[in-house]
């Protein structure tokens, strides 16, 4: 036969060249992966709506501390606004100890370094579409202010409330009185879902497939630093993952 008759006919056949076939294997692949992280991020949601139980005998588990309008503000004239502006950035920390501190080791010795905690920083997208609901009152109480942010590496920008001091510290018991709903059928899927990603190392997999823009060496180090695939070669992870499954 003409060679150019049999690629002719080759090419009009339902047969499958070795590229072809890997690359139908890829995209099947992904799209399994794509479902995966879909069904889990479905289950994460139903797990989240399960309804609170209220339980029969409550119990104290550590303590909890948040911001309170100071006693002499309570008194004047501005109490409720101030009261109003509370409920919009407090914030709560919980602790097993009731002196919120931290115990770190100093110099050879072990000592208590008390936590931090500030009221909530609005981000510039949360104050343009005005998220917290501030009235123009409030927002005044506010300042715009930009900060080198060693975590990020970049410039952070926010508004923060002037008028900190304010407001005092609090501690209360942290009494339970409701617990979540289980169920286990969700839980028992949830949990091989996660077994079968992370004994397959398919986590960054799933990144790629939701992050087609983000850079392929910036999700490589991030899922590096976070031990999800031990530092080994991502291309040789997936070839024998295919070798695996469809050889």
């Known amino acids: 036969m003409d060679n150019s008759l049999f690629d002719d006919y080759f090419e009009s056949s339902r047969l499958k060249n070795k590229r ?14 794509v479902q995966l992280a879909k069904r889990k991020h479905a289950i994460y949601l139903a797990i989240k709506e399960l309804p609170l139980i209220e339980l029969e005998e409550p119990y104290q588990k550590g303590w909890v501390r948040f911001f309170v309008v100071r006693k002499d503000v309570l008194h004047s004239a501005e109490a409720m606004f101030y009261v109003n502006v509370l409920e919009k950035i407090n914030t709560f920390q919980f602790s097993n100890q009731k002196t919120f501190a931290n115990r770190k080791k100093q110099s050879g ?10 009221l909530a920083k609005i981000s510039v997208s949360e104050w343009n579409a005005n998220k917290p609901g501030l009235t123009d009152k409030e927002k005044s109480c506010f300042t715009r202010i930009e900060k080198w942010s060693d975590r990020w590496r970049c410039f952070k920008t926010y508004y923060e409330f002037t008028e900190s001091w304010r407001f005092v510290f609090k501690i209360e018991p942290n009494i339970i009185t409701h617990k979540k709903a289980v169920d286990a059928v969700l839980e028992s899927e949830n ?35 976070s031990n999800q695939i031990n530092h080994n070669n991502l291309n040789t992870i997936y070839e024998q993952y295919l070798e695996e499954k469809y050889t």
């Open 109 to 118: 010795k072990k000592t208590d370094h008390p936590r931090e905690q500030f």
């Open 191 to 225: 949990r091989r879902i996660e077994n079968y990603i992370q004994n397959r190392y398919l986590g960054y997999k799933i990144y790629k497939t939701r992050n087609r823009d983000a850079s392929y060496y910036y999700s490589l180090e991030k899922l590096k630093n």
């Open 20 to 33: 072809r076939k890997k690359r139908l294997v890829k995209g099947d692949f992904e799209k399994h992966l």
